[in-house]
């Protein structure tokens, strides 16, 4: 700092003495526009006029600090100890607004969300097959003559009805041709199918069908399950054991579907406990089969296994 003061413009006195007190020389800085302080520094008692010899000695002129900036509290002080005890206070946080409650509207319009979220979702996992080529050869015949008519400035309607018409006035040869266009479609409908699913695992086609009867029951729609010959086979429960074996010993009757499963059903109520035995352990091993198989093909036991241990 005297170094700067220096620069500044101070000047020095050199060999100041007061009535021949200092024995030495002594600088004394004076700088210009500045308020100073003198003080001594010595190993002794201050030397008084009666002195023979004065010790050696200097004058520091020290800058009035403060004047620009404090400077910081000893530690240990209690000023410091109570400054740091209220910056570690911790300081109460304003409790903000509470949370309106959300209106009926606002729920009915989240719930709506949500569920357009999940029906998205189950999009997703469902799979979507290749789309499937026209199988009935009137469908291929008007298609391709709506084709045919696009040109022409006739409404929907229109087209479709002359189209209805010219499929109904075709000979025998003619609509033979669109027959075997059907069933080269069913043909690629197949392969292409069959192609598709080959694209996927099993567990993928599992997790398919799942996704689909849950997207049925959101929608109240009819339930449409991808057929692959990889996928498990649930277990049969004993009545189903004992109405498939019936049928293979039984010769065909002439009886509707409904009117045989009427009958087996009856039969079965009337049966023993005894004789209900052989199917019920048909089912346990039918159940030991599936979870095996679906350890295999699926890489994990079925939920319900799961479930019971």
Known sequence: MPLQLVRRGGRFFQNISVNGVFARPIRVIVPQSHTKRISFVAHRPIPTPVTPRLPRSSLIV???????????????????????AKKSKPTKRKSGKKRKEPTERQKELQKAKEKRDLVRDLKDAALEPPKALPTIARVIAIGRRMIEMRGQSKSATEALKEASDYFRSLNAEERQHYHDLANANKTANAAAYEAWLKSHTPRQILEANLARRKLAKIKGKKLILLHDDRVVKRPRVPFIMYMQEMRRVEDPRPESATEQLQRYAGEWREMSDAEKEKYIQMTRDDQERYEREHIEVYGFPPHQTQKRK
């Open 62 to 84: 020290k800058d009035l600090t403060r004047s620009y900036a404090s400077r910081g509290r000893p530690k240990g002080s209690k000023t410091s100890e109570l400054a740091k």
